[in-house]
């Protein structure tokens, strides 16, 4: 093989702690009939370089190690393997522990964290650990919704994506009272286009707790976070979500709709407070 395919001649010691990337659950259909359907895990990774903290990562979990490895490669924190005398994960700790070669952890870390950018990416996300304490203080109160107010949101909701049948590329986020879209705002990431519906209505003075949202991505934990801030109790979404994201909907008394597309949704979670009065021809 060439120099350059050649593998290192030094590895880490890693554990080998990869889980699962989906898991099963339960869902009503469009029917009111229960299903057994899968979704994505999403777990919190934080990974720690000789004791020092650098990011929390939200992950499936498949590959851990390699994860972690590439991670701090890409962000030029380590530049070389040789640095890295192994990577532990322990997901009861919700850790990645690496430990170096000559235990100084990584040189001018704190300049090198400062000019970290995330990007606004699927996935790229950061979480920041004053959110996820603070999000437990909440909790939304129960409301009611009607599966005619679903497929009207849908119906109203097919004529707004102008910039994404323009040029594509792009996620939306929509607050809604009833089936009547209020503001709808497309971006690169639904990350931001949900905070901009909040700074928007932060101005305003509006109250979410009689609205809902939808949006066009998964519905992942940092998504039901923004909208649980916004005390917004109903979230649909054309595509799924995750096993974390589905598990603090259920902390916060959320309902989680989500492949929601023409006549077809899943409940989620909150199907006792759904109202399914137009249920479609079979």
């Known amino acids: 093989m060439a120099d350059a395919e050649k593998p290192s001649p030094h590895r880490p010691r890693l554990s080998d702690a990869g889980l699962a990337p989906t898991h ?10 229960s299903r057994q359907i899968h979704i994505p895990g999403e ?13 929390t990562l939200m992950t499936l979990g498949s590959h851990p190690e390699e994860l972690v490895l590439g991670y701090l490669r890409n962000q030029q924190l380590m530049a070389e393997i040789a640095d890295i005398a192994s990577v532990l994960v322990d997901w009861d700790k919700e850790t990645a522990a690496v430990t170096t070669t000559h235990g ?3 040189a001018d870390l704190e300049e090198k964290l400062a000019k970290i950018t995330v990007s606004t990416g699927c996935g790229q996300g950061t979480l920041f650990s004053c959110t996820v304490d603070k999000i437990y203080e909440l909790k939304l ?9 679903v497929y009207g949101l849908l119906t109203g909701m097919a004529k707004l994506n102008r910039i994404y049948r323009q040029a594509g590329s792009v996620h939306a986020c929509a607050l809604c009272r009833g089936d009547e879209v209020l503001w ?4 690169v990431g639904r990350h931001n286009a949900a905070d901009t519906i909040s700074g928007r209505m932060w101005l305003s003075g509006v109250d979410g707790l009689d609205k809902i949202m939808f949006a066009t991505g998964r519905l992942t934990s940092e998504i039901v976070m923004k909208a649980a801030h916004m005390r917004i109790p109903v979230l649909i979404s054309r595509s ?10 259920q902390d916060l008394g959320m309902i989680i709709i989500g492949r929601a597309r023409g006549k077809r949704f899943l ?4 199907g006792e407070h759904v109202t399914f009065d137009a249920p479609p021809e079979s």
């Open 104 to 106: 100084r952890g990584i």
């Open 184 to 187: 709808f705002v497309e971006d």
């Open 141 to 149: 109160p129960p409301v009611s919704l009607k599966q005619s107010t």
């Open 240 to 249: 799924g979500v995750t096993q974390m994201g589905l598990d603090l909907a």
């Open 43 to 55: 777990r919190p990774l934080t990974i720690k370089v000789d004791g020092k903290e650098i990011v």
């Open 267 to 270: 409940v989620y979670h909150g």
């Open 24 to 33: 099963e659950v339960t869902a009503l259909d469009q029917f009111g009939q």
